[in-house]
């Protein structure tokens, strides 16, 4: 069975869980607490990641692929998440590029500062700036989305998946998300798809 190294406030971490969830793959979940460095012990170095993050998907010969996008592009080859059109298969690596550089530093690190940092954390100096980039790439969203249902084509693909994950937690990270109604609606139609999976189990503390 698929072994998903995981830490379930990670939004990389979730794309994986999502898209497994819709593929209909089963495969365990091991949880780790990054903040306290549980990723970076000797083992873990060793043996599932060398760079000392997560997510990292395990497969049963015990091969590790880490970096979400990358489990992302194995995962979805050969499945409708990934398309067959080589210009569409460009346009998806545009997006899931855009979510790595434009995207998540902004939108996630805002989101990880306000909710998992103390609020005596110095790093919420930060927050302005994030903000201001990570409204300029939910704009870029926004103003796609506005004549399209998706981000590649008529279907639902890893690009996204991609994107979804950090974009629908982003008002924890006190992005005003009511400027964004093109996106609400995207989220909706993700949200409407068969095997669909929260990022927060309905025990955990977060909503």
Not at 24 to 50: A, M, P, S
Not at 159 to 179: C, E, P, Q, V, W
Request: aromatic fraction near 14%.
């Amino acid at each position: 069975m698929l072994i998903l190294h995981d830490n379930t406030e990670s939004g990389n971490a979730y794309k994986i869980r999502l898209l497994l969830s819709l593929l209909e793959t089963d495969f365990k979940n091991i949880q780790y607490d990054v903040v306290n460095g549980e990723t970076r012990t000797k083992d873990f170095l060793t043996n599932i990641n060398k760079n000392g993050r997560i997510p990292v998907l395990q497969f049963e010969d015990g091969r590790c692929l880490a970096e979400s996008n990358a489990i992302l592009y194995y995962m979805s080859q050969n499945t409708d998440y990934f398309p067959d059109d080589p210009w569409q298969q460009a346009k998806v690596m545009e997006w899931m590029f855009f979510e790595q550089y434009s995207h998540e530093p902004f939108v996630a690190v805002a989101k990880f500062i306000l909710t998992m940092l103390p609020e005596t954390s110095p790093r919420r100096a930060e927050i302005p700036t994030l903000h201001e980039k990570g409204y300029a790439a939910l704009q870029i969203m926004e103003d796609h989305l506005k004549n399209n249902d998706y981000l590649v084509g008529n279907h639902l693909s890893i690009a996204d998946i991609a994107l979804y994950a950090y974009s629908h937690k982003a008002h924890m990270g006190n992005f005003d998300m009511t400027r964004f109604p093109a996106i609400k609606k995207w989220f909706e139609r993700i949200e409407a798809e068969p095997n669909y999976q929260t990022m927060y189990p309905k025990d955990w503390k977060r909503n």
